[in-house]
């Protein structure tokens, strides 16, 4: 835990769908696990969501699931701060397809927290924040490298 609130990292949030009942196979658990143990996040709510075809909706905790659903992922259990009230996991609910299953995870920026307290106690506070789709930066860089390529300086040297 961050030593005083004024040391906390920026806190994250996203939903992650599966097609199906679970969630993942285990497979994102690994990746999870490593950046808590570099003590780059710090895990501090997670809710598994399964909704089933009629739109019927199944809630988890970590401790409700076995080993073969989420890999390694226990590794967060006893830390976590249990930040979503039930109205959030209802509200995100609303974005799972029948049929499919869902992770939710809030996360602090462990890595960010240095950065953020030097900030405030520089009497800065944050004003706006946003994320970038990952597929439009992807999008980005293609466009610039196709007009780099069909800039008249790429012409002139045969590039």
Known sequence: ???TLDDL???DWLVVEFPGPDFGKGQIAPFLE???KRDLIRVLDMVFLRKNE???LETAE??????????????????LAMVLSEQ??????ETIAPGHSAAVL?????????FGAAVRKAGGQLVASGRIPTQAVIAAFEADAEADAQSPEAMKEGI
């Open 9 to 11: 990292g920026p806190v």
């Open 88 to 93: 959030d996991v209802m509200d995100l609910a």
């Open 62 to 79: 970590i401790s409700d699931l076995d080993a073969s659903e989420l890999g390694e992922v226990r590794m967060a259990e006893a830390d």
């Open 1 to 3: 835990m961050a030593e």
């Open 54 to 56: 009629d739109g019927t």
């Open 34 to 36: 490593d950046l808590v």
């Open 106 to 114: 809030v996360w602090e920026n462990q890595w960010a927290a240095p």
